[in-house]
């Protein structure tokens, strides 16, 4: 003989609805580890600054630290770093024979932005922590209306922190973006330019020697002594001179001030002196700049 043991409408009740609470939970537990996987991936690749014999290790050793931070780490490293928008400073003895790279990754935002945001992070892990380490005590599967309580505050969890889970997946792609057009810049031929010969892309030649003169007489103002910089250029070996001639189908190097007044992205002036007066040259300012 089957005996069949009755189930009432409460108990399918009851059992219905921690089913979906426990579907809630989980939904909310991996949506708080894709934020941490998140948050480690962007900041793992936020800077890489070195050497380039070293940048492998350096790389490794910033995911390494990064992997071990807690949740709590990760929102201070976060704000630490990620808002920090100061430039990078080279080392003091740099050497010339190796290349060294340095890339950073920041967003600028208005500092009553950011601390708005670094409020909603500490209601983020403190949620976080509470969900993974202390759901138990305050939840009771037998109730229905401890089930369905529990349930709706995780509704409702979800909904205050997937803005912060958005805005996350956007920085990581938008950093990743940016990495990519780098490495594709490095293996392009203006890349190749920028490394071997320090050539900025849309560059010629011709403009990086004016510059390389300019920036070794360049005042407080801004301008370069023309015949400092000619001084420069004469100092300069053959091959680069023959470079720049082959480049502009020269078969030798005109005067500096022909060659300043042809340029499009240089300008001269004359300055009155005690004996007659000198040219001075520089970059033309950028529209935007005041002058």
């Avoid at 962007?42 to 931070?69: P, T, V």
């Avoid at 990086?208 to 910089?229: H, I, V």
């Avoid at 340029?263 to 001269?268: D, R, T």
């Amino acid at each position: 003989m089957n005996f069949v043991i009755p189930v009432t409408i409460m108990d399918e009740q009851v059992e219905t609805a921690r089913n979906e609470c426990m579907r809630r939970i989980g939904r909310n537990m991996l949506m708080f580890q894709r934020m941490e996987q998140l948050l480690k991936s962007l900041l793992a690749n936020s800077s890489l600054e070195g050497y380039e014999k070293e940048l492998e290790s350096i790389k490794a050793k910033r995911a390494s630290d990064i992997s071990s931070m807690t949740m709590g780490q990760l929102s201070n490293e976060y704000f630490n770093t990620i808002f920090d928008t100061s430039e990078n400073e080279l080392p003091p003895h740099e050497d010339p024979s190796q290349h060294y790279l340095s890339f950073k990754y920041s967003v600028q935002r208005s500092e009553e932005r950011i601390n708005a945001e670094k409020q909603y992070f500490s209601e983020l892990v403190k949620e976080r922590n509470e969900l993974v380490h202390h759901l138990l005590p305050k939840y009771d599967p037998t109730s229905l209306q401890s089930i369905e309580e529990l349930s709706e505050s995780l509704e409702k969890q979800r909904e205050r922190f997937l803005p912060a889970l958005k805005n996350l997946t956007t920085l990581c792609e938008t950093q990743q973006n940016i990495r990519q057009q780098i490495a594709d810049f490095f293996q392009s031929e203006a890349g190749g330019r920028f490394l071997v010969e320090g050539i900025y892309p849309g560059e010629t030649r011709l403009d990086k020697l004016l510059r390389d003169a300019a920036s070794f007489s360049t005042r407080d103002d801004g301008w370069s002594s023309l015949n400092l910089a000619g001084q420069f250029i004469k100092n300069q070996p053959e091959d680069i001179i023959e470079k720049v001639c082959e480049e502009l189908a020269f078969s030798t190097l005109p005067a500096l001030k022909t060659l300043i007044e042809k340029s499009p992205i240089f300008e001269l002036k004359t300055q009155p002196t005690k004996n007659g007066f000198i040219w001075l040259y520089r970059l033309k300012p950028h529209p935007d700049e005041h002058q």
